[in-house]
């Protein structure tokens, strides 16, 4: 590490954008230069109560912001010129557009997973290809339901357990602020195509995995959870299977005994802990529910979707500069800068 | 069939005793004596309303009922004086404690799927075992998931397909009609323990069935979601498939291409073609998403919880009292009275 | 009444519609020649299950409907020629571009309360002012919850009681069948001005109403919620309010200690009434919660927004073409055909 | 002030418990010396890894909570040795038992809304009662509801404008982390009595106020929406009544134009703030909405009931200690810690 700072930006104060936001400035060896975005609503008007510096992503915003009351900077091409690294957290397909500009201004970028892998060449997860990625010029992020999906069939594979996994992802079915679109009411919403696009993507960091997905919408807005059938390559204990789990980082483990018993029982736990937005980055993952049978383990988990891409972002910024070499010690910092826990969320 | 009907009644009339009455009123060589309860809300007032004879479960109940205005018949023991069978529909571990009493009064007697195998030592699906209950004095129609269970993964056995089956059941988290308890919000509550008892309830009815099942309550209140991970004995068509679920009875295909994307979909679709309050008895199947990956076959389909198994109920009672000695027979009959769609639910 | 049937149509088989469609079936003087829509999903698809003739209500759509499998009888034009009257129950907007095309074809038309008072210059709710309609061209039944708050305060008035009413309507977000877009998921949306727009709306039926009311959005699917805070003329007994309700039509009362205590549980209620969909055409009052405190009255009742407009739009098809010219005679007779009830719901 | 910390405490660390003791802790004239509580479950063991000393409010539950791996810091006869006061903010009925408990140990006590005013003989409203408070022994913080009503109606009353109030509560249904019971799914549930208790509970505090309230519980989690009809002394302009809300502390204007159109607007917006577990202590109410029409004036707001009694239980104990004697300067320090923020909540 150099006594430099990163100079980083965020593109898109949206969900993901802000947390990223969040996470770069408490990094020792980031600075956050500004965020950019469209709008003039609470969201940005609640950046300007925290004192960020703001940016207009399309310069024929800026009058229509500023007319709202909002201190801009600067446009886009100004927040560019000052620094290294963009993380690029715009809507789908806004972000394709924008690498021309980034590429132009000589600044690296960090793309999230609803961009295609096809637009960087390179998907990352921390902890499965860290190394690949250091000092690209792109890489993307996988999504959160991809993201837990490598954190965990990587730790079996570390483990030389992993054969194959089949997957059903139940997921949430539109963010917990929306009150307009894309809500859905006491249903179930199958997607329409099995398989669903996340086993493929996963592939996309770990080529070698056989693992199929099958995803649904249910009727709530906070937190996917999912459910795996996996065939492990020889007939295991369920502490083989528990231990695997534990040698890896950003899982954690949750018990029903504990009174964790559903998806909301977390949400309440991380406000508890005290966790800005009441965040969980781990994949949480119930230890008294996970069952082996013969060389099959069943297991569920959850993901916090609007968090957990978060500290992976702020190692591909670290693999991306290149200033950590190693994956390992990447994930340790933004670990501990953040308060990842270890082993069991609440211990 | 003889000329003489089969006097049936119904003890419990709730969201499967009021539905399994209706069919019962349906069928030609069956009478409905009555029905009895023991409360005096608006479900018995509008079985009143309906013309039921209403008789008082418990005898200690009849007082309540006639102050409340319902014209009460008499109690149970009245009931079973003029009955061959009774369909018992009362909530949980309440059934067992009436055996006693049915076995005294001669009268034979249908369980729901609340209460245990060993109760009776029989449990029912029509498609899978009619022939085995012929002339018993009791039997047990299981629970809607393992109805829907049975009648696909042996659909998949007849066929010769069918090696191993990986379901995740997708409950609704308590009935439409509640308003004070069990309802769940907003959130997805994992059953403790995998495996869940389908898979075993299901072997009650077909022992070689190699199933194990994981179940979930998500926030809806309107029938179950099932996706299966099924292994087939070989590489298999998908062709080959879809025809051995077309063999099957009770078994109908809906298509995401024709607007049936959810749930919620098939609700109105039962409404718009005028089911009795709105019933689905068919497990409906999507066919565009089913999908064949070699010896893999991956699919959902939906249950509806409240009406699925009352066409079992009717044919386990055409079984006990041994009018009809032929299941297919049978099941042909009671879809014919009640309407049940073949093929596709609505083409 | 004539010998000769009246001959309807109705243009837009959705929530309304079809509705519509199935109690012009029901009334003895009218005759349903066809049913006209764009779409080619299930719900059409149902159509042809049930034996109506279908008509493309644009002809650009004819082709795509046939490819569907959905017989056609013709376009739009087709079925004008065969009918007197049609009831336009097409999406927002829509009706108003039809309106040229029904005077061409001669056809009287009922549009829904999503068109403007100023498309007919006559707005019509049966209780209120049936015999204004008669003879018209056109005429546009209110929505349901202008329906039901003329309903009520009508009743009030026509017993003097009337001074001002003062009205919190909490709606239901979507329909039920939705599963894509308009959902909103664990909030309630106010809307974002004040007054609403049924005040006025009532106004358009009964111009001497002094009524001001207020509109949200909660979290559920099925059925209008209204709380009502009424000046009255005088000081009144609790007694005479409720025989001012129970003295019109249309109205009936549900009691909390008949179990009716939540929005879902009529709608159980009314499929264990065996009515057609599920549907309540009464405004279901809560008699054991209405309270009358000196001048001042409040009370809560349910509007079940996919069905109360249905028998208006059958009083509505009777006034224009002037077969009935006592608006209670009309009433009287659509209700007892469709089955409403009096009084009580369920008693 | 004095130097001297107030010793204080928390009975039952629960939604409301919780939040007094995060408050109790930022103060700097207060000293949080334990919790109480008699579970085991991740909320207490969550008070564990935040470094809270725990104390088991009842003796038969200790030895549970250290067998779960909690330390136990004594029982609470222990707690109440070392304390000055205490708030009791355990489940309703409890708190009352406790009564004699906190009086033989000479310790003061605050209670929740649960508890009856009889049990104190004062409840308690910072904004219009704080004096009436100096010194008692007990008291009784009003419930989320009828503080909001309080602070509301108090507001309009010290600008002469208030003459009656009449108010719809549309409550959540439950809390956010509940999974198991008093859920209520798809509907909407009316109180079964009119009027409601939130009107004679703000006269406890208030007695002059003519408040009717009726209350209803929709499906939804997070946060009460009220909707007044409010009768004032004189015809106003609406600037008149926003000038009286703005001169009242700890109510604060949101707008629909800023994009807070929803009840889960705030809820995103208090943690984009990074306020503590995302509460809101104000009443928020929406400035555009709000609408005057002769001596009358409509409006609606939020209230984030989880939190909103949180600033009061503050200022309590000052008055019951009698550190502060004027009401608005406690108020002015409790506000300036925790953060509240006035006019606008996000400019």
Not at 57 to 79: Q, R, T, V
């Amino acid at each position: 590490m150099t006594n430099k700072k990163i100079k980083a930006a965020v593109n898109g104060y949206g969900i993901i954008g802000k947390r990223v936001a969040d996470a770069i400035k408490l990094q020792p060896d980031m600075e956050l230069v500004g965020v950019a975005d469209v709008e003039s609503d609470y969201r940005v008007k609640a950046a300007v109560v925290l004192g960020l510096p703001i940016y207009a992503s399309l310069p024929e915003k800026s009058n229509e912001m500023k007319d709202a009351g909002i201190p801009i900077a600067g446009n886009l091409d100004d927040l560019l010129k000052q620094i290294d690294i963009i993380v690029d957290c715009t809507p789908k397909g806004i972000g394709a557009k924008n690498l021309e500009l980034y590429k132009k201004a000589g600044v690296k970028v960090i793309y999230q997973g609803d961009e295609k892998h096809s637009l960087t060449g390179h998907s990352f997860v921390a902890q499965a290809n860290y190394e690949t990625a250091l000092g690209l010029d792109a890489t993307r992020v996988v999504s959160c339901n991809t993201t837990s999906t490598v954190r965990t069939l990587t730790a079996l594979r570390n483990a030389d357990l992993l054969k194959k996994a089949r997957g059903v992802l139940i997921r949430r079915a539109t963010d917990p602020w929306e009150s307009d679109h894309s809500g859905i009411m006491n249903t179930v919403v199958p997607e329409p195509h099995i398989p669903s696009h996340q086993g493929p993507d996963a592939q996309t960091v770990v080529p070698e995995l056989d693992v199929i997905t099958m995803a649904v919408k249910a009727s709530h807005t906070q937190t996917h959870n999912h459910y795996w059938v996996v065939e492990l390559t020889h007939d295991a204990s369920r502490d083989e299977v528990l231990a695997a789990f534990n040698a890896a980082s950003r899982i954690a483990f949750i018990r029903m005994s504990d009174g964790i018993v559903a998806l909301n029982s977390t949400i309440e736990l991380m406000k508890d802990l005290g966790r800005p937005r009441g965040d969980m980055w781990e994949v949480a993952l119930w230890e008294d529910v996970l069952t082996v049978n013969g060389n099959e383990v069943y297991y569920t988990y959850q993901v916090y979707n609007e968090a957990i891409v978060v500290p992976e972002s702020i190692d591909a910024i670290c693999a991306l500069i290149g200033t950590v070499k190693d994956g390992s010690e990447s994930i340790r910092i933004t670990d501990e800068v953040i308060g990842m826990r270890k082993e069991f969320l609440y211990e």
